[in-house]
């Protein structure tokens, strides 16, 4: 997905790692040895189990920033979801419905834009490579629903419409969680 992002949603993202490590802080020693990373990342999550106040908040904080440098978080979240009941991966795939939504709706409402100062209407069917990539990246997506989903709100401006975009995009999204299971 080719997506700018902001400083902002940056910040929920590295947010969203910082509630990995505090949950990853919380596993006892067992799970710890069961758990699917690198000894260096085991080795910081022990560290920060003696720790309390400001010295665990930093702990913590450089234990995220080593999970950000990480190919893939996936196992991690599964582990803490099949140990814990963690929410995390719940949380993480909302949000990333929740950027799809905003990458498609900010494209369209860029190229209404242009189309509006060029004086040529602004059709469903236009050209977009963002939704070409969520079709990719989710087949049970119906490419016609999405586009007029789309080009409903970015006309009206209407919520109904952005909402129901979400609703199909967040579904996709859960469908391909549980086929990767």
Same mark, same amino acid.
């Given at each position: ?6 400083? $902002?949603?940056? &910040?929920?993202?590295f ?7 505090v949950?990853l =802080?919380?596993l006892?020693? &067992? !799970?710890?040895?069961?758990? #699917?990373?690198?000894?260096e990342?085991k080795v910081e @999550?022990?560290n920060?189990?003696?720790l ?13 920033? @080593? ?5 893939s978080? *996936?196992?991690?979240?599964? /582990?803490?979801?099949s140990?814990k ?17 905003? =990458?498609?709706v900010?494209?369209?409402? *860029? ?5 509006? $100062?060029?004086q040529?209407?602004?059709? #469903?069917?236009y050209? $977009?490579?963002l @939704?070409? !990539?969520?079709?990719?990246? /989710? #087949?049970?997506?119906?490419?016609? !629903?999405?586009?007029?989903c =789309?080009?409903?709100y970015?006309? =009206? ?7 129901e ?17």
């Amino acid at each position: 997905m080719i997506e700018r992002i902001s400083r $902002s949603e940056q &910040k929920r993202l590295f947010k969203l790692v910082e509630e990995l490590a505090v949950e990853l =802080t919380e596993l006892t020693g &067992k !799970d710890i040895k069961k758990f #699917p990373a690198s000894e260096e990342i085991k080795v910081e @999550i022990s560290n920060c189990k003696g720790l309390s106040g400001g010295a665990r908040k930093r702990q913590i904080k450089y234990l995220a920033k @080593i999970l950000r440098q990480e190919e893939s978080l *996936e196992e991690m979240y599964q /582990f803490l979801q099949s140990r814990k009941g963690s929410l995390l991966k719940e949380n993480q795939l909302f949000h990333e419905a929740e950027r799809w939504r905003d =990458t498609i709706v900010n494209e369209a409402i *860029e190229r209404n834009d242009r189309c509006r $100062s060029d004086q040529i209407a602004f059709e #469903p069917d236009y050209h $977009s490579a963002l @939704i070409a !990539d969520a079709l990719a990246h /989710f #087949p049970s997506l119906d490419e016609m !629903d999405l586009r007029r989903c =789309t080009y409903q709100y970015v006309r =009206t401006r209407n919520k109904t419409h952005y909402r129901e975009l979400f609703r199909m995009i967040k579904a996709a999204v859960e469908m391909e969680e549980r086929k990767a299971r």
